[in-house]
């Protein structure tokens, strides 16, 4: 499958103004995501996708290829879906989705993802990750359960799967799942994620992927051995980075 990959990047955070423009190892963060995914030659072409003129003139100064888009979008699947949708992007037959404050973006999860699309088993594709049982406790790390064949059957903030009978805690252990929020889609699939309302499960869990999933739409997860890190929301996220970042670029 020819694949397009799309960075989207809003410059409007809260908890960390300006975030795509902040610096990570003296580099802004959103071309630090635009390198990683580059190097990771998962698809033919890779752009970022902005609101901001800001953004895009500094991002082109970089080398990347930049595409401004409507400052209307409320979520990036929606700023990612107006590039799908371009003629000069119409011969791609997946498009994945790797979020603008993710520069540790583990390449399994990215390649994961996309192989659930190319594999023509399901319409969309993600990734997750095994973690500690303390993350069930965590309403800020999502969570997953699928079934045997790799199809997602539920995202939450809560503990899934939950706890029923202590006697079952070893096995509980091995299906305790990380997800990691990246997004493959086959071009249709994501046409028709978007031309959905925001679903009641989607609105309580504030969590948009449950949305394609509510209208029967199969999204595959695939399953990496790499631990995931996390996104860059505050300051005390980007002063994390930065310390990391040496080490990091040193094991891939």
């Known amino acids: 499958m020819k694949t ?36 990771m030659t998962v698809a033919e072409r890779c752009v970022i996708a902005t609101d901001s003129d800001e953004v895009a003139e500094t991002a082109r100064g970089h080398g990347a290829e930049v595409l401004l888009t409507s400052t209307e979008h409320p979520s990036g699947t929606d700023r990612v879906a107006e590039v799908a949708s371009r003629p000069e992007f119409r011969a791609f037959d997946a498009i994945v989705n790797v979020q603008g404050d993710e520069p540790f973006v583990a390449e399994a999860a990215v390649r994961g993802a996309v192989g659930q699309v190319a594999s023509g088993k399901f319409p969309l594709g993600t990734a997750a990750a095994r973690a500690p049982e303390e993350i069930l406790d965590e309403p800020s790390v999502v969570k997953v359960v699928a079934a045997d064949d790799g199809r997602a059957m539920y995202f939450s903030r ?12 070893p096995l509980r252990s091995t299906r305790v799942w990380q997800h990691i929020g990246v997004y493959a889609y086959a071009r249709d699939a994501l046409a028709r994620w978007v031309a959905l309302p925001p679903h009641p499960l989607e609105r309580i869990e504030r969590l948009e992927q449950l949305r394609p999933l509510a209208a029967g739409l199969a999204m595959g997860v695939a399953f990496v051995n790499e631990p995931p890190r996390v996104g860059i929301d505050t300051p005390a996220d980007l002063t994390r980075a930065n310390a990391d970042w040496t080490a990091f670029v040193g094991r891939i």
């Open 4 to 39: 397009l990959a799309v960075i989207p990047a809003r410059l409007g955070a809260s908890r960390l103004p300006r975030k795509p423009l902040q610096l990570l190892a003296g580099l802004p963060l959103v071309v630090r995501v635009w390198e990683r995914v580059t190097a």
């Open 158 to 169: 809560a503990a899934i799967p939950y706890l029923r009978d202590a006697a079952e805690a």
